[in-house]
């Protein structure tokens, strides 16, 4: 059976298409073995994750050849909740927040690999840290996919998943810089130096106060 597992895999990232359900038993299968491999959770996460960073670069690479450059950072999380995140869920993200500093919060209300968690064999009913666990493991494929589609447009960023009330869960998007704006035009003789104010996105407000959590004053953004 492992000859078509990777088969599946390889299609995707090739641009081929792949059922929805081929893909899906691929990602159980591969979350069952990692739950029965003797691998400790971290290590195991860590493959998982990266091969999610390889899937989710080559789609959004083959997703946005026909496209445009985009202009702001904004433009490509957002193509990443809607167009990416369809090739992936049939679905855009239901709700994106933002702090305008670099973090961004998605949240999916619905992730159907999560919906099987409950009734995973491997996680016994009463168990909710079992359970929190697995869900772990399986947030850990697209969590790497979300890096990696970022990655295929410069941007570096940390991202990491929190499960809700299963299937519903929610990434954290932390970018480690952002790409670099345009040179000011050279300043006029003797002009007086203006202070550099960081640019926001726009049709966004300035943002929370300085130094506030991702948590508090993060405005919706509409995909």
Known sequence: ARPPRRGAMAALMSGREVADTCFDLLVIEMIEYAISSEL??????????????????SLAT????????FPETLDVIKFVCKEFWHDVYRKQVDNLRTNNRGVFVMQDNNIRWLGRVASCGS????????????????????????????????????????PLALPACQFTITLAQTRPAPPPPPAAAHAQPTQAVAPTAPGHAAGAAAGSPVGSQQPSVSC
């Open 40 to 57: 400790p959770h971290e290590p195991a996460a860590a493959k998982i994750e990266s091969l999610g960073f390889r899937v989710g670069r």
């Open 62 to 69: 083959r997703g946005a050849a026909a496209r445009p450059a």
């Open 123 to 162: 996680v016994p009913a009463a168990d909710d840290a079992e359970r929190h666990r697995v869900a772990g493991l399986y947030l850990q494929l697209p969590c790497g996919m979300i890096r990696g589609a970022l990655a295929s447009f410069g941007l570096e960023a940390t991202v990491t998943s929190e």
